[in-house]
């Protein structure tokens, strides 16, 4: 039987560097600018959004890039899961600058075009704990794990149903937004904290969403690479 193919198949090989970074950058704008807009209408209009709104802004997003440009770049949209990838060997070391570069550069120029169309709205799309610091490093970090766990089972193992990659990554982000959301803001990723931060000038607590989801996602690729099947542990079909 063929060997089916696993997210992290594509991108292809024949892909250059340059459509990878680009298909990054298009991607990670549209998900800061659906991630924060969610929060910010919300501000401006009373809570129309809720937070089910909130959480579906972004869980939407991240199913809708998965699934239109997983196979150009692998969408990572995110540096933490661009780390935890090259650590765990799914990806090269030398082209995670160059993604990291795409996915800043887009957090901070959507985050401005946020600002731009919302002014003055913008404090609403910055993630900020409303716990202590200590309770939201560590939910960061519980859910930033929980999101690589499943983005390392769809995207690494041929045995994982790949197919619905976006479907299963963007409801594990919905689900983190609805449990951590009105606590730490449930960033998971760097730059959706980076770029409103930028553009509204509020940078209170920002390091937390810089090292927490590193380490959540680090530990969560790690632990999936740890528990899955072996290929000599999966038993073979039994002849009729």
């Not at 000038?201 to 969560?220: C, D, M």
Request: some cysteine; proline content about 6%.
């Amino acid at each position: 039987m063929p060997r089916r193919k696993c997210f992290t198949d594509f991108p292809s090989p024949g892909v250059s560097l340059t459509r990878k970074v680009g298909a990054e950058f298009v991607g990670t704008f549209m998900l800061i600018f659906a991630a924060a807009a969610g929060p910010i209408v919300n501000q401006k209009y009373d809570g129309v959004e809720t937070l089910i709104g909130n959480a579906a802004c972004s869980g939407l997003a991240v199913m809708i890039i998965v699934l239109s440009i997983g196979h150009i770049s692998g969408a990572h949209l995110n540096p933490s899961v661009t780390v935890a990838f090259a650590a765990c060997r799914h990806f090269p070391w030398a082209h995670v600058p160059a993604y990291i570069a795409a996915q800043v550069s887009a957090s901070i120029c959507a985050s401005f075009v946020l600002k731009g169309v919302f002014h003055p709205f913008m404090s609403g799309g910055v993630t900020l704990p409303s716990v202590s610091y200590g309770q939201a490093f560590a939910l960061e970090v519980l859910i930033t794990f929980n999101l690589m766990f499943v983005i390392t089972a769809v995207a690494t193992d041929t045995r994982a149903v790949g197919e619905m990659a976006g479907i299963a990554i963007g409801g594990t982000v919905m689900l983190n937004i609805l449990v951590a959301g009105p606590t730490s803001g449930a960033s998971m990723n760097p730059v959706r904290t980076l770029g409103p931060a930028v553009a509204a000038r509020n940078y209170k607590a920002l390091w937390i969403y810089f090292i927490a989801p590193t380490i959540g996602a680090l530990v969560g690729s790690c632990t999936y690479s740890l528990v899955k099947l072996q290929d000599e542990e999966v038993e073979p079909p039994r002849q009729v």
